[in-house]
């Protein structure tokens, strides 16, 4: 069985055991889209890859793409160019949302089949577009680390003073005087104002260290992810939902409608992968192997990130005993 098929077509529909879709976005072979079903593909020139490009640039075999627990990594293969992974060479590198990699002169950008099918069947951004939003982001990171590594340019008091009067007679003596004037002297009635405390830096989230315009900034990125995010929750596409709401925690921790739809979403993905579980299970007591297999494809879709779910496991496990019965009736 293909570990991988090319289409023509961006705007392809999501196909059938579908894990991650990767979009050619520079190079001989741009527009391009490999639709990945397996946990592992090879890319190259040579005809012997799951993936074959037609980049002369590009060696026999290349890289070799893997799903792990953490997500998607690519490593390079010994190929005669090597890599750059989002410009830079390397020989391996982790594949997340607006990650790129090149090989020789083909720029691929790699869509996890959980981020949902719009993400998947949109066209393929160019690289000069990909390139400018890396370098936004990089940006924004390094300007709030800075901000969160400040510290304090506050001076501690100096303790050898103390030392110095507890070990000298005299200089105990005169300091007690000095402190018993300052006690009979009438003290100031006048009040001054209270000042309120400061809650300590622990509790504070890195958005509050920014001046208000940057504030203001931060707070309007994570109403634009929230109100992506409750327009794909609307339109029940959870997945996709649930990224934009963790995008909106990471900005704006103290969030609470974007904690509350996330817990929605996480609870609403349940509830879906029982519901194929079950109906699966049913479909194949009445022999419908084919609507089985879709609800069992489902949930491994719904439960890519969480591959420690047993759900998960048992929907894999039913898909080879269909895999097994269907080549068993080929024969």
Known sequence: MAKAAKLKQASAPRQPGEMARLKVVQGPDYGSVY????????????????????????SRVHASITFTERGWNIQDLGSSNGL?????????????PSDTVTLGETTFELISADLGTKMLSAPPRSSHQIQSEQAAFAAQRERIRGISGK??????????????ISKNPKLLI????????????????????VQQKKPPAEARDIASYLPGSELSVMSKSAEVFFKAGFREYR?????????????????????????????????EIEEEVRFHLETGKKSIEAGKLREARGHFQAITRLLFRDQTNPALAEAKEQLDKIRKTSQGEGT
């Open 174 to 193: 005169a300091a007690v005087a000095v402190l018993g004037v300052l006690f009979l002297i009438e003290p100031d009635t006048t009040k001054a104002p």
């Open 235 to 267: 339109e029940r596409n959870y997945l996709r939902a649930r990224m934009q709401f963790e995008t909106v925690l990471q900005v704006a921790p103290g969030h609470p409608l974007a904690r509350l739809y996330l817990d929605n979403c996480n609870k």
């Open 35 to 58: 639709i990945i079903t397996a946990s592992k593909v090879t890319i190259g020139r040579g005809d012997e890859n799951d993936i074959v490009v037609s980049d002369l640039k590009a």
């Open 84 to 96: 750059l992974h989002n410009g830079t060479p390397a020989r391996s590198g982790a594949l997340g």
């Open 151 to 164: 510290k304090s340019d506050q001076k501690q008091p100096d303790a050898s003073l103390f030392a110095k």
